[in-house]
């Protein structure tokens, strides 16, 4: 069910969405644990580590776009109220790159698995591949939410005078990367741009 956009907004939709999500991934998770610690007794490996910590990561996001809601993310542009931009830029900012940070962890720990059970020199130098460039390329596009203006703080907060990078860049950069859905870049520009005119 999506919810028109007014006094609700999408935050409902948005904070059901996430924790939902959440709560059946830390489910596989914990018995993922439970079942390599107390039923084979075999203790936890890297993969898992990397694994743990991309849902926390994860967590962490979520909280970070719970509290947004509660300031206006989720309604219209027009809506929020003009002091929470900020600190909703902020949020948006933590929330995006931990995001980032969890999926390369996520990937990372499912290549670690591969390379457990590989064979050959070629093969595992291949995987190592996919881990360092997966890791570096994605990485960077966290990095990019908070590097793409100039001064930077326009990153977080659009109503400052500056100049950004142009859109076309993260979305290319989020496609090669991850194919990134182009139609939400598209939303997020729109909304910069609504702000900005409503100042």
């Not at 947004?68 to 902020?90: A, K, S």
Request: hydrophobic content about 45%.
């Amino acid at each position: 069910m999506t919810l028109g956009i007014g006094a609700n907004g999408q935050t409902t939709t948005i904070d059901v969405s996430l924790w939902v999500l959440q709560g059946i991934s830390g489910c596989f998770l914990g018995l993922r644990i439970y079942c390599k610690c107390y039923l084979r007794r075999v203790g936890l490996w890297y993969d898992d580590f990397f694994l743990l910590a991309a849902w926390v990561f994860l967590l962490v996001s979520c909280v970070a776009t719970t509290i947004n809601d509660t300031l206006g993310f989720g309604h219209h542009v027009q809506e929020i109220p003009i002091e929470n931009v900020v600190t909703m830029g902020i949020l948006s900012n933590i929330s995006g790159t931990l995001s980032i940070i969890a999926t390369a962890a996520s990937k990372t720990s499912f290549a670690l698995t591969l390379l457990r059970i590989s064979n050959g020199f070629w093969m595992r130098a291949l995987i190592w591949f996919v881990i360092v460039t997966l890791n570096i390329t994605m990485n960077l596009s966290g990095i990019f939410f908070w590097v793409s203006c100039d001064p930077p703080q326009k990153t977080w907060d659009p109503l400052l005078p500056g100049t950004c990078w142009p859109e076309t860049v993260s979305v290319y950069y989020g496609i090669v990367v991850g194919g990134k859905d182009v139609r939400r870049e598209n939303e997020s520009s729109a909304e910069r741009a609504a702000l900005e005119r409503q100042s």
